[in-house]
């Protein structure tokens, strides 16, 4: 007969109380609407962390910011591509503390967009991507099925010095379950080529694939572990934030 003591495989019937744990994705779902702007200059000089999601029109990213932050409208997803002509931004954080800003900018390329209004808004987003001091990240969305395009090109060449000095990339290969898995892959292998560094994910808002991984990202990326310096503003701000029209 042993004697040895018997485990039980039961859990403890007291276990401490732990305090409720902030996920990446409960992190993401704490997005809300914080302002609007048509031009630049209207934006809020902010100091938090700001992450801008940018792709071709039709990409996937309205779709891709509403199943991150699981909230059905928060940007416009629409069959009527070209539309959103504003730069949106989200604030992220718990208990009502912003730590970090998503920006939606408008979707380009698409091609029943008048010309003036084409080259205004690609002025506006580079401007915007060469100048926004608390941007800190920036996420492309690409739909594999077309690859980068001429002005995902372009776009790159904007944000490379950026990138070089530590800005964060991400490119989001949208619409994985239009895909094979011998298809996610070769486009995952292409992407990382293009990405000079960068990180890429595939992602399905249908399937619900890569959402944890991309909430997980941008986690990262806004709360660097101690020690790691987080890419601050070049400056304080000037100017007080002018008040928005409509
Ligand atoms: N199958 C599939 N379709 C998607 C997915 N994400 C977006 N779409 C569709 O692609 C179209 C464009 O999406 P939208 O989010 O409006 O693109 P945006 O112009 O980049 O904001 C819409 O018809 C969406 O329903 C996805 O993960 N899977
Ligand atoms: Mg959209």
Redesign the pocket.
Same mark, same amino acid.
């Given at each position: 007969m042993s004697s040895s003591p018997r485990v039980s495989n039961s859990s403890p019937q007291a276990a401490p109380a732990t305090p409720p744990v902030v996920t990446p994705m409960g992190w993401m779902h704490t997005a809300r609407f914080l302002t609007t702007a048509a031009q630049l200059h209207h934006l809020p000089a902010m100091d938090t962390p700001e992450i801008a999601f940018v #792709?071709?029109?039709? &990409? #996937?990213?309205? =779709?891709?910011i509403n199943t991150l932050t699981q909230q059905k409208q928060l @940007?416009f @997803?629409? /069959?009527k591509?070209g539309r =959103?002509q504003h730069i949106n931004l989200f604030a992220l954080g718990k208990q009502g503390i912003t730590d970090a800003v998503l920006a939606d900018l408008p #979707?380009y390329g698409y091609a029943a967009v008048a010309k003036m209004d084409k080259l205004r808004w690609q002025q506006v987003m580079a401007n915007y991507l060469v100048s926004r001091e608390n941007l800190m990240g920036i996420v492309m969305?690409c739909d594999p099925r077309h690859g980068l395009t001429e002005l995902d090109d372009i776009l790159l060449e904007v944000i490379r010095p950026r990138v070089e000095q530590g800005l964060k990339f991400l490119i989001i290969l =949208?619409? @994985?379950? /239009?895909l094979t898995r011998a298809e996610q892959a070769k486009a995952l292998s292409i992407a990382r080529l293009q990405a000079g560094g960068g990180e890429v994910r595939l992602?399905? &808002?249908? /399937?619900k694939q890569g959402v944890d991984e991309v909430a997980q990202l941008l986690w990262d990326w806004t709360h660097p572990k101690e020690g790691v310096p987080v890419p601050a503003p070049a400056k304080p701000p000037e100017d007080e934030p002018e008040a928005l029209d409509e």
């Open positions: #792709g071709r029109s039709n &990409a #996937g990213k309205s =779709t891709c @940007a @997803a629409s /069959k591509p =959103t #979707g969305m =949208t619409k @994985a379950d /239009k992602f399905s &808002a249908l /399937k």
